[in-house]
């Protein structure tokens, strides 16, 4: 089981001052040494937090699957193009959202996130699309030539109770439907130590991209340490 970390919470921290810490290719390091498998940033249009030369310091130091998340947009596909991330997550963009809300509108974009794919795919850029766990969407997905998906699990991990098995379920059935047409299966959004379990124990999943609660937690043991124990959690099940 693959586990991508979000870092872009670091670059937060360091735009709340606007000065030099922390230093978000440190803390790539550090999530490496912990275990990760990948480092995920979100450049937004607004670089409210990673920006340009994070983006490049990051290309050249991060020696795992550097994951790029991004709109659809020429802007950032011109840049994906220039860094070469080793794939890139189509997501919706909002400015005034405090994150990634919705999974990508593929069917009312279709064609716009096929043609966004397809030069993607021209530069060899593997594509993955962040989509809300609906099985039309996995299908839709599949029809723009992306290479995965990543499932939503924003209200799988704000629901309880009932709600968070119905929640669940969803996910499990988009998983599935993505497993059988072909598709690489990730999921992430809202994940935590208390919450992953579940989501990790779905059969065929490949990833998790986990960002918040990791850095939460690295405020009080280390970014090393959480990122340890939240390997070892999805590993064990
Ligand atoms: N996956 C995607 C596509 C995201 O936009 C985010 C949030 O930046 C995450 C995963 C990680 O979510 P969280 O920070 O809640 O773990």
Redo the contacts with the bound molecule.
């Keep these: 089981m693959i586990l991508g970390v979000?870092i872009?919470h670091v670059a937060t921290l360091r735009e709340a001052r606007k000065g030099a810490d922390p230093e978000p290719v440190m803390a790539a390091t550090l999530a490496v040494l912990g275990g990760a498998d990948g480092i995920t940033v979100?450049l937004r249009e607004d670089r409210r937090h990673i920006n340009d030369r994070d983006l490049r310091l990051l290309r050249e130091m991060v020696p795992v699957e550097l994951n790029l998340?991004m709109a659809a947009t020429d802007e950032m596909v011109r840049i994906a193009l220039e860094v070469k991330p080793d794939m890139v997550?189509l997501?919706p963009e909002k400015r005034q959202e405090l994150?990634?809300e919705g999974g990508l509108d593929v069917s009312g974009q279709k064609e716009h996130v096929k043609e966004t794919v397809r030069r993607l795919h021209e530069s060899g850029i593997p594509v993955s699309l962040?989509i809300n766990p609906r099985i039309m969407d996995v299908d839709i997905s599949r029809e723009t030539g992306a290479d995965m998906v990543?499932i939503h699990t924003g209200l799988y991990s704000n629901a309880k109770g009932e709600k968070q098995k119905d929640e669940l379920r969803r996910v499990v059935d988009a998983v599935k439907v993505a497993c059988k047409l072909e598709l690489l299966a990730n999921a992430?959004?809202?994940?935590n130590y208390f919450n992953v379990r579940n989501i990790a124990a779905i059969e065929g999943i490949r990833g998790l991209?986990?960002?918040?609660?990791i850095i939460s937690r690295a405020v009080f043991i280390g970014l090393e340490r959480a990122v340890r124990e939240m390997k070892e959690l999805i590993a064990v099940v």
């Design positions: 979000n872009d979100h998340e997550t997501v994150t990634t962040f990543e992430g959004h809202g994940l991209y986990i960002g918040h609660s």
